[in-house]
């Protein structure tokens, strides 16, 4: 005749504890120092043994009965161990509490690694500003000599013309001057509406970056808010027997 596991587990805890044996054989999962409490009582439900109805936690070495204990297999183990249902729910808290700090880690580190994202941004906006305020200084130093050295011309101009002491040549070497620097303001505003363009430009871009980042911190929030408030007691609840589902759910 075939003797299962859970028979043979039964059959032992029985046995040594007829005879009075501190210790039991042990399977996987097991405590390998853990003492077997000799009580004739359930500690969970306080009901007394009958002849060979007493079986032992493999985990708090509690005596406890048939109704509140049953063999499973649990995870990372090849074999099948008797738990009570206290022991259970505690075993499947501590899995579900480690997949949350799981999935919080990785939050925590999306949240780093954006978090420094925008820090290098910040620090290539601000660079950025730097050198926009630059060159928007000298531009307006440039403009500043040339209005200077326009109105120097066009004054000696006029003073020479009132004299009436400058020939010919002299006037027209006046007047290329003025035309070479009119073709030399044409030139300075066509680069400083590019310039202005490039900034308008860069100016957009940060804002949209500060817009982007300001949203996905917005939805990492959100995704650690559900993340945290899916975990309910019902959904723990479906993985237990219907007594322990209502010792999950039942309010205390």
């Known amino acids: 005749m075939q003797v299962s596991r859970s ?6 805890s029985s046995v040594s504890s007829l005879n009075g044996f501190p210790k039991s054989p042990f399977g996987v999962g097991e405590k390998k120092d853990l003492e077997w409490k000799l009580d004739n009582k359930c500690f969970i439900c306080q009901k007394k043994f009958g002849l060979g109805a007493r079986h032992h936690c493999r985990y708090c070495g509690n005596s406890v009965c048939g109704k509140h204990s049953f063999v499973k297999m649990l995870t990372d183990s090849t074999e099948k161990t008797r738990i009570c249902e206290n022991c259970d729910i505690e075993i499947i808290k501590d899995e579900i509490r480690s997949e949350i700090q799981e999935e919080l880690a990785k939050i925590q580190d999306n949240i780093d690694i954006t ?19 630059g060159i928007e200084e000298d531009m307006l130093s440039a403009e500043k000599d040339f209005r200077e050295k326009e109105q120097n011309l066009v004054n000696k101009l006029n003073e020479e013309q009132n004299k009436g002491q400058k020939s010919h040549e002299i ?8 035309a070479e620097s009119n073709e ?3 030139k300075t505003n066509s680069i400083c509406g590019e310039l202005e363009s490039k900034i308008e430009k860069l100016k957009n871009e940060i804002l949209n970056i500060r817009t982007n980042n ?20 019902e959904k723990i609840a479906n993985s237990l027997c219907d007594m322990c589902k209502l010792r999950v759910i039942r309010p205390a």
Do not use: F, P, W
Request: proline letters at 0%; aromatic letters at 2%; glycine letters at 2%.
């Open 115 to 133: 978090k420094e994202n925008y820090e290098k941004l910040d620090q290539e906006r601000q660079e950025q500003t730097k050198i926009a305020t």
């Open 7 to 12: 028979d043979s587990v039964s059959s032992v």
């Open 214 to 233: 300001t949203e996905l911190k917005t939805h990492l929030e959100n995704s650690k808010k559900k993340l945290i408030g899916s975990l309910s007691a």
């Open 171 to 178: 006037t027209e070497q006046i007047q290329r001057a003025l």
């Open 184 to 186: 030399n303001e044409k």
